[in-house]
């Protein structure tokens, strides 16, 4: 039996780029929940947004890609125990409902709740010592083996979500694909699409990431400011155009550079744009005449949840490089700041206890 405090730290978001290390209850779970004592939390980019643009009312404590130890194991829950070494996933699927049945699981009712918190309105929590994990997340619960990482633990949830979107393309082995980004995303996107034999080409603004992105698997890897980008893009693929490109960066001009790049009846897929409200002119011919699949994907699919495991905790895809900053929960703050700008050095930035 580990003793559990009445109290914790938390990072409380109290407002517009105001996070605050408060002490809190820490949480009662019920019947059917866990309490994970957190290890690491990653710094996702949609927090950041939802931190800097306050887009979502205060209080919450935020981070989602979360893992830890349970410290507690409510008496109707089966297949856990105190002492388990496990990562979370915040969002699961009914997988039952009208949406769930046409694989649409992200906008599944029950999905979009948020099954981890640290206390107030359930924001996953992570930025915490301890989380209570509602019962509606428990399929999502995943053990971490012995000879893995609770960083890789915390990888699960972004690694999901890239290849949730990764199978959203239709590419065949040999096809030819960009993505363009190159941070923590877009380096999985490269390594994910490379496994099943795609030829990567890996665009970023920093010439730091385009060395990562070769050893991440992309057969080429370019300047996203080149002017021979085109050209190349054109010579690479016989003068045909690309089968797909992934857009892990949000900016509009690079969809819009990508619809001419890709060839008749290929994909852009948009896994950055998560902003409401933004538009863009866009030649609808494009999609209409030349069979452009304009795409996006959000979030993860629990159905991949062991697909995913494997891949990470194998270290067939080794997420252990991408982690580069570890910050203690007091300095949560500083993550957020240091993951909300591309920075030559820092990939992904975790908070650690
Ligand atoms: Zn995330
Ligand atoms: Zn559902």
Same mark, same amino acid.
């Given at each position: 039996m580990i003793a559990i405090p009445d109290v914790m730290r938390a990072v409380v978001y109290r407002g517009p780029r105001l996070l605050r290390?408060?002490?809190? =209850?820490?949480?009662?779970? /019920?019947?059917?929940? !866990? &309490?994970?004592?957190?290890?690491?939390?990653g710094?996702? =980019?949609?927090?950041?947004?939802?931190?800097?643009? /306050?887009?979502?009312? =205060?209080?919450r404590v935020f981070g989602h890609e979360t893992s830890g130890v349970i410290a507690k194991v409510g008496p109707a829950v089966r297949g856990f125990r105190v002492g388990d070494r496990v990562g979370l996933h915040h969002h699961v699927p009914c997988r039952d409902c009208h949406f769930c049945r046409h694989g649409a699981f992200a906008q599944c009712l029950t999905y979009k709740r948020t099954g981890v918190t640290a206390g107030f309105e359930p924001a996953g929590g992570g930025y915490a010592e301890y989380v209570r994990v509602m019962s509606f997340v428990l399929p999502g619960v995943v053990r971490i083996p012995r000879?893995?990482?609770?960083?890789?633990?915390?990888? &699960?949830?972004?690694?999901?979500?890239?290849?949730?979107?990764?199978?959203?393309?239709?590419?065949?082995?040999?096809?030819?694909? &960009?993505?363009?980004?190159?941070?923590p995303i877009g380096l999985m996107f490269t390594r994910l699409l490379q496994l099943q034999g795609v030829r990567v080409l890996a665009t970023d603004r920093l010439p730091a990431r385009l060395k990562l992105a070769r050893q991440f698997g992309a057969s080429w890897a370019m300047?996203?400011?080149?002017?021979? !980008? =085109?050209?190349s893009i054109r010579r690479w693929t016989g003068g045909r155009g690309l089968d797909a490109a992934v857009i892990a960066v949000p900016v509009d001009q690079v969809v819009c550079q990508s619809l001419e790049w890709v060839r008749g009846g290929g994909q852009v897929l948009l896994f950055a744009h998560t902003k409401r409200g933004e538009k863009t002119p866009l030649d609808l011919?494009?999609?209409?005449?030349?069979?452009?699949?304009?795409?996006?994907?959000?979030?993860?699919?629990?159905?991949?949840?062991?697909?995913?495991?494997?891949?990470?905790?194998?270290?067939? &895809?080794?997420? @252990?490089?991408?982690?580069?900053? @570890?910050?203690?929960?007091?300095?949560?703050?500083?993550?957020?700041?240091?993951?909300?700008r591309p920075h030559p050095r820092a990939l992904k930035v975790v908070v650690s206890q």
């Open positions: 290390v408060e002490t809190v =209850p820490v949480p009662s779970i /019920g019947q059917n929940e !866990l &309490l994970v004592r957190v290890a690491v939390c710094v996702c =980019p949609t927090d950041i947004k939802k931190i800097t643009h /306050g887009t979502v009312d =205060p209080p000879q893995n990482s609770f960083e890789e633990g915390a990888m &699960l949830e972004p690694v999901n979500t890239v290849l949730k979107a990764v199978k959203r393309l239709a590419l065949s082995q040999g096809d030819t694909a &960009l993505v363009a980004g190159q941070g300047r996203a400011d080149a002017v021979s !980008l =085109p050209q011919a494009r999609i209409c005449v030349d069979e452009v699949d304009l795409i996006g994907s959000y979030s993860s699919d629990a159905t991949l949840q062991s697909e995913v495991a494997r891949l990470v905790f194998s270290r067939t &895809l080794d997420v @252990r490089p991408l982690i580069t900053h @570890r910050f203690p929960l007091d300095q949560t703050g500083c993550a957020v700041d240091l993951a909300s």
